[in-house]
């Protein structure tokens, strides 16, 4: 492994930026033989449509201290010396302690992020001049044991469906692994918890559809071989990889927003860190304009007040997260564990 750093010059709205970049051939993706410098051209192929996702919202760095199979932490607040073009924003976490968030504008700070060991980028959804009213609704479809890719299509296709009779459009991306996210663009009108509990409606009412195939289940003994939708990605500063980040797997791959057309007989494992910038390139960005018609979530309220109505309510919070009103019970999250 080289010791030398290198800089690398990169464009961005102000001109051309100086990055340096220290060891860049050294190996992140041992299985790929993929290095820093990889990963920093990589940023610099996407930065276009990895800002228009990522960038001008609260961002949680997930650093690793050698290779993907190694260790890592999550880094949130700028690190000493960060440079000018990277800049924070103020956000309240769910403890009420309030502490400042990094936030990328421009593609010298995504490099930057190279240089400090970054590899998968976790966004807020909401943006940094008002980071407590999300402007996006996610949706996380993650497959269970037991179940298949062609599985959380048909549980997509679904939501999608039932997203847009609430007048939702829905946009739609690989995790990076065997899941998929779905998004929405709304208005920026409601708190954490009011969109957490739309998530929970719409969640709620894909199991009615599809109750064989799809849970809300928190506790992973009941899920059985069922698509979960995870409504507590929905939290505050609770955050899943974003669009076009990389993620830390052996062979390299990208959570990639794709068309709704192109979903069946997707292979999710051919979005790569090698195959990503060729296919933006030629193809183009598929959430280009994400944020051009946002709705709001009225009507997945409406949803959420019948379910309170029928004695539903909220559903169990991650334990690390203080107390709620109207809350469950908490336990352990696997059953299994109360028994060691």
Known sequence: MASEAM?????????TRAVRLSSPSRVLWPQMGLTKLDLARYLVAVAPAFLRANGGRPL?????????????????????????YVRSVTVVYPSGRSHPQLVLDEPASAVWAVQMNTVVF?????????????????????????????????????????LQEAGLTCFVKTSGN???????PIEPLHEFLEVRRAVIAAARELERRM???????WWKEERGARIFVDYN???RDRTMAGAYSPRALPHAPVSCPV?????????PASFTLTTVPE????????????????GTIDVLRGWWDRDVENGLGELPFPPDFPKMPGEPMRVQPSRARTRD
């Open 233 to 235: 990605q929905a939290n």
């Open 7 to 15: 800089i690398l010059d990169v464009d961005g709205p102000d001109g």
């Open 279 to 294: 296919r933006l390139r030629t193809q183009g960005d598929p959430w280009e304009d994400l944020h051009a018609e946002p």
């Open 60 to 84: 949680s760095l997930q650093r690793f201290g050698g290779d993907v199979d190694g260790e890592y932490f999550f880094s949130k607040n700028p690190p000493k010396g960060a440079p000018d």
């Open 122 to 162: 976790h966004p807020w959804a909401s943006r940094a001049e008002d980071p407590d009213l999300p402007d996006e609704l996610r949706i996380d479809l993650d497959p269970q044991p037991g179940t298949t890719f062609a599985d959380v299509v048909a549980a997509a296709h679904e939501l999608r469906a039932l």
């Open 211 to 217: 109750p064989d195939r799809v849970t809300t289940a």
């Open 259 to 267: 068309s709704w057309e192109e979903l069946t007989g997707l292979d």
């Open 178 to 184: 065997r899941g998929l996210h779905v998004f929405s």
